[in-house]
């Protein structure tokens, strides 16, 4: 987002460390007002709009919630984030589920992805502005244009003259709207008040005909310009011809019959030129419509995956850090394996959701300490297929399904739940597969200590061409020599004590 002081952004929390902390975060993006408590808040939100609004919500004189649903109620738009304290996330979930928020952030806090949070809600919610502004700007032009459909309308630049009454008298037959104006300088403002389908310009030494045609066309292209000349004249029709007139007529002028016809026959031209533009409107109208309700299904999308990620963190608060690093591990690799930019973005969503099937699991088998029995081993192992019939039935998750179900599958088919093997696991189930892993070999948890990269793909390479894809665990370590892994992952083994790294 570019930065720039017209946009304000409000933070609210009763802690003087955290709003400091924050709007230094922010200042070179925005104009940052800050409220210690909840009122302060509200009566920043009723002195005019913000970009945005991030509060915590437990503040004296009003919550976080209260804030953000008066800011709903005057700025529906405006992107809303809450903090929360780790163990006050079930109010945020309501929040969520109400459509009071759009982020939910537990503290302590990581600064910088708040603020690449923050940037990204403000730019998206002023490209959807430019697109309801465009909108409509479309819709009035469609209207003004659907209401000219109806009326031709005819401007007719020239004195009181025999040839100006009968083309006045002929236009009035077939129910055409006659404006006359006496001269060229009396022209621009007649267009400007009333657009004009045919000018019929009054041929003498008077008026400057290329540059009355010109203007014509230049402040509507559908317009059809006729030249009624008092006589006929080679060099006058030729120019004609070259200032883009419709039709020239020279005397003897038709009668009144033929000559309505004529004119008739020339506004033609701009009633199909104006259908066309309908037509044209009609198709960008659909795409803006199309586009702000692919905007809004991804910000649904995006609202009830952050929810269920959320919802994850604050039962299993390993799982908070292990899937924000899977995704970047995972998306880091495909980008050095080739993948495009959409199936990056699916290992994103399903390295972020692998483990949501872990909701069905229960708290004396997620939440162990130690080592499982086999029998718990067997109720983790169902948070896979837990997790694929979890996500089924929304249709914007069903190109993540093989991931959130096959990401503990192995090369050699010995993985579950359906014994995958070789080419019948996608590349990016591996990726999540192999990042996974890696992820896993260098956090620490509560029974063991966890490994140095270095130490993991020695472990890794025990098991590449059984349980993981060579050519992803090659990404993996070109990644680490290139300097781009470390900062993605949990490395702090050195400091931890316990029993030896986990092994397969």
């Known amino acids: 987002m570019t930065s720039t002081p017209l946009h304000e952004l409000i933070i609210a929390d009763d802690d003087a460390g955290i709003r400091d902390m924050l709007a230094r975060a922010f200042a070179k993006d925005f104009r940052v007002s800050t409220a210690k408590d909840g009122q302060e808040a509200i009566a920043l939100l009723d002195r005019g709009r913000p970009a945005a609004v991030l509060v ?44 009071e928020i759009h982020r939910f952030y537990t503290k302590p806090l990581k600064v910088l992805e708040v603020r690449r949070a923050v940037l990204d809600l403000v730019e998206r919610a002023h490209s959807e502005e430019a697109l309801r502004t465009e909108l409509r700007a479309l819709r009035l032009l469609k209207e003004t244009s659907l209401a000219r459909g109806f009326v031709t309308r005819l401007l007719l630049l020239g004195g009181a003259t025999d040839r100006g009454d009968r083309i006045e008298a002929a236009a009035r037959t077939r129910n055409f709207v006659v404006n006359r104006v006496a001269t060229g300088a009396d022209m621009p403002a007649a267009l400007m008040a009333q657009a004009a389908d045919l000018v019929v310009l009054l041929r003498d030494d008077t008026i400057d005909v290329r540059a009355l045609a010109n203007l014509a066309h230049s402040i509507d292209e559908a317009t059809a310009v006729v030249i009624v000349d008092g006589a006929p004249d080679v060099i006058h029709a030729v120019e004609a011809l070259e200032v883009g007139a419709v039709d020239y007529i020279a005397a003897p002028y038709p009668d009144e019959t033929a ?89 994103r969503m399903g390295a972020l959701l692998h483990d949501i099937g872990k909701l069905g699991v229960r708290d004396d088998v997620l939440l162990k300490p130690g080592r499982l029995t086999p029998v718990e081993f067997d109720i983790i192992k169902t948070h896979t297929t837990i997790g694929a019939n979890l996500l ?29 093997a070789g080419e019948a696991i996608s590349m990016e189930v591996r990726i999540v597969s192999a990042s996974d892993v890696l992820d896993a070999l260098t956090s620490t948890r509560p029974y063991r200590r966890g490994s140095q990269p270095e130490e993991a793909f020695q472990i890794i390479d025990d098991v590449v061409g059984k349980h993981l894809d060579a050519q992803v665990v090659g990404a993996l370590k070109q990644l680490h020599a290139d300097g781009r892994l470390l900062e993605l992952l949990q490395v702090d083994g050195d400091k931890a004590e316990g029993p030896a790294p986990y092994r397969f």
Do not use: W
Not at 292 to 302: C, I, V
Not at 339 to 345: A, G, H, P, Y
Not at 392 to 419: A, M, N
């Open 259 to 347: 000559l309505a016809r004529r004119l008739e026959r020339t506004a033609a031209r701009p009633r199909s030129l104006r259908d066309m533009r309908r037509l044209t409107f009609d198709l960008i109208v659909a795409n803006r419509e199309l586009a702000m309700a692919r905007k809004r299904a991804e910000q649904e999308h995006l609202k009830l995956l952050n929810a269920m990620i959320r919802a994850l963190e604050a039962r299993d608060s390993y799982t908070a850090g292990h899937t924000d690093r899977v995704a970047g591990i995972s998306v880091r690799c495909g980008q050095t394996l080739g993948l495009d930019v959409l199936r990056q973005e699916n290992l």
């Open 392 to 420: 089924r039935e929304i249709e914007q998750f069903q190109c993540i399904l093989p991931i959130v179900r096959g990401h503990h599958e192995k090369i050699d088919g010995t993985g579950y739940p359906d014994s995958l």
């Open 56 to 99: 915590d919500e437990m503040m004296p004189g009003a919550t976080g919630t209260q804030v953000l649903e008066h800011a709903k109620t005057l700025f529906p738009d405006v992107p809303r984030l809450l903090m929360t304290a780790s163990n006050d996330t079930e109010r945020a979930m309501g929040a969520i589920n109400r459509g």
